[in-house]
């Protein structure tokens, strides 16, 4: 897609349903009726990195990046007696990251990616969220100020270039101020390094069940 910049291109890895696999949680699994993220997120805090064993992957509405199959589905894999609903949840959460991990692994194959992530969007206001992701991604991360607004900040940024306000878009970045980092914790890493195979293979194991349910409206 046609950057800003000129002779610039932005490359996107798009994962159908990263906040809706969130949304659904909080409102069907959780132990008691919960009004907001925060205690989602309280509720999951002592869980421990590959939540005990379950794995889940979040593609709830088919998926486009790194493969496309409108019949894909999420699964929980690997749930036991002993299953809880905090391993549940917590992994809705590390499966939507795992999927970013294979989308930038994707990416990889085609352009160099940066050693720091900058996280951006609704679920980057949870500090629990930014660092699952950096110990899933193995990169430190970064947040923003307001990054639920990145789209409309970007829009504004474009404007002030075409008004002679700024002299061109690389002017911008000196006004977007990173508000906190993350840092992978090696131990967490390598849990996720494990789990990582497995999680891929849940579609490539799987992909011939999802058609056959879902091709004909099941």
């Known amino acids: 897609m046609l950057s800003a910049q000129i002779r610039k291109y932005n490359y996107i890895a798009e994962l159908e349903t990263a906040g809706k696999c969130i ?13 907001d993220y925060e205690e ?10 590959g939540s005990n064993g379950v794995v889940f992957s ?10 496309e199959d409108s019949y894909a589905r999420g699964v929980f894999f690997n749930v036991d007696v ?6 549940l949840i917590k992994s809705v959460i590390e499966g939507v990251c795992l999927h970013m991990r294979w ?13 720091v992530v900058r996280f951006t969007g ?10 699952i992701l950096a110990d899933v991604l193995g990169r430190e991360l970064e947040t923003i100020e307001n990054p639920r607004y990145v789209g409309a900040m970007g829009a504004a940024a474009v404007m002030t270039v075409g008004l002679g306000v700024s002299k061109n878009i690389k002017e911008i970045k000196e006004i977007i101020r ?17 789990i990582y195979p497995t999680f891929k ?18």
């Open 178 to 194: 990173v508000t906190n980092k993350y840092i992978p914790v090696p131990e967490n890493t390598a849990v996720y390094d494990k």
């Open 23 to 35: 949304e659904w949680v909080k409102e069907r699994l959780s132990h008691t009726p919960i009004d």
């Open 58 to 67: 979040p593609w709830m509405h088919g998926n486009r990046c790194p493969f």
């Open 201 to 218: 293979n849940l579609y490539h194991d799987n992909k011939k069940s999802f058609s056959t349910l879902n091709s004909q409206g099941c």
């Open 103 to 115: 989308m930038l692994e994707a990416t990889e194959k085609t352009f160099a990616t940066s050693p």
């Open 40 to 49: 989602l997120f309280d509720y999951i805090k002592d869980t421990p990195a």
């Open 82 to 87: 002993s299953s809880r609903g905090s391993d």
């Open 122 to 131: 609704g679920s980057s206001i949870s500090p629990m969220v930014c660092q």
